[in-house]
């Protein structure tokens, strides 16, 4: 098959799959659309963190373990506050593994002392000849409340990504689960990068874990994507002694002033459902940034409500409240982001390319992404990656839709991460970013 008839047989099918999962057909526009006035969901009547309430572990916001140390700034970043065994619950079933939690420091995105957790899992197979590799596992928490945070959800259970994690755990290497987003639920910025990195450092700290000298790779995808490449970014400069050998990550945003311009505003299709991750955004971005991201200066009351609502919730129940209901259609009259100086600059700020990672990455995006699109938000920051000299390997799914990448991604992932800790090469460098939809097709 040539390339242009290959080319237009997978265009074709994601037009498709498109098509199908929209419902609905504009011949005006050229792509599948979905009417304005539908799946607006009123206002859930539940939330995650209410069936947490239920549970017999405690949340974090009521369990006095997580609280800050009234020295919290003698602390020095990646020391331990205060550590305790727990018990590991896959899908609610408890797993066979050593699984120690440790209370840490780090610090804000504007350097200021906070403290956050992390959760060390260490299999019952023996290791030899080496200090046991790492895994640090950073997860797509994308949510506005503590209890939905990995140190609880893997005692309950219900960590939506523990599973992978059994992979690595069977080859005998240890993972590290990092609250990355730290007690207050903040999101694409760069102290998730030091959280991650200063959950390494109190690892490393804990003689009883036997990890002082072992080589680590972090692994995420999407918001879990979002804080280890922040990690990788600033390695060399916030903590040149984590001993990284390889970053493997798919789905995250890398320009985040694009992403917010794209999920701001209606999208047409299955693309609509980002409209979500901006209510995500603004509700934790305002938490870094209270005196920029002020609700009251640029929604209207309605939003307001809402926004409010989106204060403490799972990404799930974010998710299905915000999927079609773009934040734009809540703004004050005449108010846009574009028009607040402060917002655009904070997202510059915090969008990837900062510094250049100084260890190899394995980086992966769906061609054709609905949350996430590749042409505008994340191709023109591998381009920059690649010119700057950084140890990449790069290269676009041939598959659509974000979730499902989660998993395309995931096995060549751990094929890679699993052979740097073993000590192997990363191999040669490569930027594949096969684009193949028209300009402007909503999710390319």
Not at 64 to 85: K, L, N, T
Not at 155 to 170: A, D, F, N, P, R
Not at 354 to 381: F, N, Q, R
């Amino acid at each position: 098959m040539n390339n242009s008839r290959l080319r237009r047989v997978v265009v074709m099918t994601i037009c498709a799959l498109v098509a199908v999962s929209a419902g609905v057909a504009s011949a005006d526009p050229g792509y599948p659309t979905f009417p304005p006035d539908q799946n607006q969901l009123p206002q859930l009547p539940f939330s995650e963190p209410q069936i947490y309430d239920l549970l017999p572990i405690p949340v974090p916001d009521e369990d006095p373990w997580y609280d800050d140390p009234a020295d919290i700034a003698s602390y020095a970043p990646g020391q331990i506050v205060r550590s305790r065994e727990v018990q590991t619950r896959v899908l609610g079933i408890p797993f066979p593994v050593y699984t120690k939690q440790l209370l840490y420091r780090s610090n804000d995105v504007h350097d200021n002392p906070i403290v956050t957790a992390t959760t060390v899992i260490v299999p019952g197979i023996p290791w030899s000849g080496s200090a046991r590799p790492v895994v640090s596992f950073q997860e797509a928490i994308d949510s506005t409340d503590s209890s939905c945070n990995p140190s609880h959800t893997l005692q309950t259970g219900t960590m939506k990504e523990s599973t992978l994690v059994i992979y690595w755990l069977t080859q005998g290497f240890a993972i590290n689960v990092p609250d990355f987003d730290g007690k207050f639920n903040t999101f694409n910025t760069y102290a998730e990068g030091k959280m991650v990195l200063d959950s390494l450092r109190a690892m490393k700290n804990d003689p009883g874990l036997g990890l002082t000298d072992s080589g680590i790779a972090l692994y995420g995808y999407s918001g879990g994507g979002s804080g280890s490449i922040r990690a990788a970014e600033l390695r060399a400069t916030y903590a040149p002694d984590v001993r990284l050998l390889g970053t493997s990550f798919g789905g995250a945003p890398a320009d985040l002033v694009a992403i917010a311009q794209y999920a701001t505003q209606p999208q047409p299709g299955v693309a609509g459902t980002s409209s979500f991750t901006m209510w995500l955004g603004w509700a934790a971005l305002a938490r870094e940034y209270s005196d920029v991201f002020r609700p009251e200066d640029l929604l209207t009351e309605e939003g307001q409500t809402l926004l409010k609502d989106f204060e403490h919730r799972c990404y799930a129940t974010i998710a299905l409240s915000g999927v079609y209901r773009p934040i734009s259609d809540y703004f004050q009259p005449g108010k846009s982001l574009e028009g607040s100086p402060e917002v655009m600059r904070v997202l510059r700020d915090n969008s990837l390319g900062k510094y250049i990672p100084d260890t190899p990455l394995l980086w992966w995006h769906g061609m054709w992404d609905e949350l996430i699109p590749p042409s505008a938000v994340v191709i023109p920051t591998v381009n920059s990656y690649w010119e700057r000299g950084a140890d990449l390997r790069f290269y676009t799914v041939p598959v659509p839709e974000h979730i499902t990448n989660a998993v395309t991604g995931w096995l060549p992932a751990v094929a890679w991460t699993s052979a740097v800790l073993r000590g192997l090469p990363p191999g040669p460098k490569f930027k594949a970013d096969f684009q193949p939809l028209p300009p402007g097709f909503p999710g390319s």
